[in-house]
């Protein structure tokens, strides 16, 4: 028994990593489950074994991201203190699946509100659960800056999330590099301050570090 659930995961994980490809290439209102059965060479009544529905299927991406992200960051995290270390954890387990994982990184960027239902509010309790664990580290880093920590934290996910429009990793610097570069760029903003209470990388950008027009631009 244990054998075939094995196969059966790991055909679904196949399936839906040529599916998220396509929705990516296509969008997923005009890919078909046809173009889908035609990539992945399953017909279609093989396909409905493993989904009911385009929506589901759509759902199945989402849901198998976030959870990856998730329980990824779990082990990570585990007998982590430090926050500084805690927030490298964080952006180095989202670049890292991302990188590995355009196809389904554009599909939940644009596609975050093709979902309907129960399958819209269960994506959005993974993304709440992402949202809060992230937020709560920036808190125990600095409890009291005078930065709206909602605000910091979308601003760091922006950062994250907009890597699939100019990530290319035969020129860009390694996951490694991006993680540790892409956590001192936020931090530098959000932990900096000068005597006016205004964040000092938001008012001089060191060489190397931050640019704060690429900063709003990442972050919108």
């Given amino acids: 028994m244990t054998e075939?659930?094995?196969?059966?995961?790991?055909k679904l994980e196949s399936i839906l990593r040529t599916a998220a490809s396509i929705f990516a290439e296509k969008g997923y209102h005009q890919a078909s489950i046809r173009d889908i059965a035609r990539a992945t060479r399953v017909s279609l009544s093989g396909l409905y074994y493993y989904f009911n529905s385009k929506e589901e299927l759509l759902f199945l991406i989402q849901d198998h991201a976030f959870g990856t992200l998730d329980e990824t960051l779990?082990?990570?995290l585990e007998g982590v203190e430090d926050p500084h270390r805690k927030l490298r954890m964080v952006v180095e387990n989202h670049l890292r699946y991302f990188v590995g994982n355009m196809a389904?990184?554009?599909?939940?960027?644009h596609e975050a509100g093709s979902l309907t239902g129960e399958y819209r509010d269960r994506v959005n309790a993974?993304?709440?659960r992402l949202t809060e664990r992230v937020m709560g580290i920036l808190e125990e880093l600095q409890p009291d800056n005078g930065i709206d920590l909602r605000a910091a934290t979308f601003s760091l996910f922006g950062m994250m999330n907009w890597l699939y429009n100019w990530y290319r990793p035969d020129r860009d610097v390694a996951v490694e590099r991006l993680a540790e570069d892409m956590s001192r760029l936020f931090l530098g903003g959000f932990l900096?301050?000068?005597?006016?209470g205004v964040p000092a990388a938001a008012m001089e950008a060191a060489p190397g570090e931050q640019n704060p027009s690429i900063w709003r631009t990442q972050a919108e």
């Fill in 4 to 10: 075939l659930r094995t196969a059966y995961d790991e």
């Fill in 74 to 76: 779990d082990r990570l």
């Fill in 104 to 109: 389904e990184m554009k599909v939940l960027s």
């Fill in 126 to 128: 993974r993304k709440r």
């Fill in 192 to 196: 900096q301050r000068d005597d006016s």
